[in-house]
């Protein structure tokens, strides 16, 4: 999904160096072999790709075909190729939600032994901060080549939450300071307040929040995230899609219910238009200096430096707002905490390299994948920012989260105070031992078109939150029933495994 599409992305010149040394004639370790890879057309993430392939060609002696279909065929494509065991395509650039439904299938190959194998770029997997390092495999194997590093946090405006005129107004209205929210009820209160103020000096009101929430793209997304804090929690780690034992859809859990009824209170204080907004025409509105807050990707930081952008220095982040209770599905009960109850998150693609079983060149297309994973090329992509290609890495970020120089990202464009709020806010949702499970099954997909619509319904005020929610367990069972549960509770158990132990069922008769 997520991708860098808004109007104002510009690609740069800073281009990753070369890493590896061209092979001499007679000795290339994959002379005569050809690789293709699938990646998408319509973001700038399969970019590299094409940076890569004189370099891969020259130092390998095979050759590099990258095939480029529309993010909506893309999955398609693929499992058109596997399901009828042709290996057209040796690798593809998959999402992260692909995972469950690929290595359950015996679509992919495992790259374990080509990872210790000194013939293939070194590229450090313990170098991933621990949520996304998750994503890279599956029932203990390895299968997504790091690359992509995705999750949300929150966007907001530093120059209106430091301005002394609102800073005094704010606190006469609400009798507490103006500060970064730290709960969603702090940021409802923000976006709230900031809702048809002038934010960008044209004369015209601007809005408190900007969430893109069109059926069909990133709407259940969005809802994902901020309702993390409302259903996960120390006490219940893990149970947030499914009753492990059963597969009994929890959507519907109380927890879940608050969260989409804050999600739908935010609405009236955005753009009545961005009920049918993508994600372009939501970031094109923050960089235009035309919303407050926002909840996104990392892609609108790093946007908010290129040219056109009315917010460059002006542009904080942090670690996604939590609650001050949650409900624990478990043990059916409200549970308040002394902090708040923040939750990190790997929401979205996060957009790797995998290799098809079925492929003839295998090893060189893990040589290409590795390559791009390498610390020297994936530094850059992670600074420069228009690739959509975002942060996770120890060498990433500064000290003392990390290894990473400022000075390369404030020579890649970036404002020094944006980009330290922007790898702050990152390395505290991927540090956070609290984390969204994230949905790695058969059909994962379907259940989040199903989500998704029933979203739309209570965020345009069609259905209550509670009946929206019910509506979409409905047919969270219906997908299970017609995927097989039996199969649907293995693959949901395996895919919770790199995460930690299975969760523990819920107590006998589920949620009461």
Not at 4 to 18: I, K
Not at 225 to 239: K, R
Not at 383 to 410: M, S
Request: with cysteine; proline share 8%.
């Amino acid at each position: 999904m997520k991708g860098s599409d808004s109007a104002l992305v510009r690609p740069g010149d800073l281009v990753p160096p070369r890493v590896a040394a061209p092979c001499a004639p007679g000795r290339c370790p994959f002379e005569g072999q050809h690789v293709t890879v699938l990646a998408v057309d319509s973001q700038p993430i399969g970019a590299p790709l094409v940076e890569l392939k004189a370099e891969f060609e020259a130092a390998t002696g095979a050759t590099l075909d990258i095939v480029r279909r529309p993010n909506g065929d893309l999955f398609a494509t693929l499992m058109g190729d596997l399901t009828s065991g042709g290996g057209r395509f040796d690798a593809c650039i998959a999402g992260a939600w692909w995972l469950g439904e690929l290595v359950e299938s015996n679509y992919l190959l495992p790259y374990d032994a080509f990872y210790r194998d000194a013939r293939f770029p070194a590229w450090d997997i313990d170098q991933v901060l621990p949520a996304p390092r998750a994503l890279l495999r599956y029932g203990g194997r390895k299968y997504m080549v790091a690359n992509d590093h995705d999750g949300q946090v929150m966007h907001y405006r530093r120059d209106m939450l430091n301005d002394p005129r609102h800073r005094a107004a704010f606190q006469r209205a609400y009798g507490r300071p103006l500060d970064v929210p730290a709960t969603w009820e702090e940021f409802r209160d923000v976006a709230a307040y900031f809702n048809g103020k002038d934010l960008n000096a044209d004369g015209e009101p601007d809005h408190g929040v900007v969430l893109p929430l069109i059926s069909g793209a990133q709407g259940m997304f969005h809802y994902m995230s901020l309702s993390a804090p409302f259903v996960i929690g120390p006490s219940n780690p893990h149970l947030y899609w499914f009753d492990p034992r059963t597969m009994k859809p929890l959507i519907d859990s109380p927890g879940h219910v608050r969260a989409l009824t804050l999600l739908s209170s935010l609405v009236q204080y955005g753009p009545k238009e961005m009920l049918r907004w993508d994600l372009g025409r939501g970031w094109d509105h923050f960089l235009a200096g035309r919303a407050a807050l926002a909840v996104t990707w990392g892609d609108l930081a790093a946007l908010a430096q290129q040219p056109g952008s009315r917010v460059r220095g002006k542009v904080g982040a942090a670690q996604l707002p939590g609650a001050r209770e949650y409900y624990d599905i478990g043990q059916s009960r409200w549970v308040k905490t002394h902090a708040p109850n923040r939750v990190g998150n790997t929401t979205g693609g996060s957009w790797a390299g995998v290799i098809s079983r079925y492929s003839k060149a295998p090893e060189a297309a893990y040589y290409l994948l590795a390559l791009m994973a390498s610390q020297q090329k994936s530094k850059v992509y992670a600074a420069r920012g228009w690739d959509g290609i975002d942060p996770g890495r120890r060498y990433h970020f500064p000290p003392p989260n990390g290894t990473a120089e400022l000075e390369n990202y404030v020579r890649a464009g970036w404002d020094a105070t944006d980009v330290r709020d922007f790898l702050q806010a990152y390395h505290d949702t991927y540090s956070n031992p609290l984390q969204l499970p994230y949905l790695r099954i058969p059909g994962a997909y379907s259940y989040w078109l199903a989500l998704d619509l029933h979203l739309a319904e209570a965020t345009s005020g069609q259905l209550s939150p509670e009946a929206a929610l019910k509506a979409a367990a409905v047919d969270f069972e219906d997908i299970t029933i017609r995927l097989g549960r039996e199969r649907q509770r293995n693959a949901y158990r395996m895919s919770l495994v790199p995460a930690g132990p299975a969760p523990a069922a819920l107590p006998k008769g589920g949620v009461r």
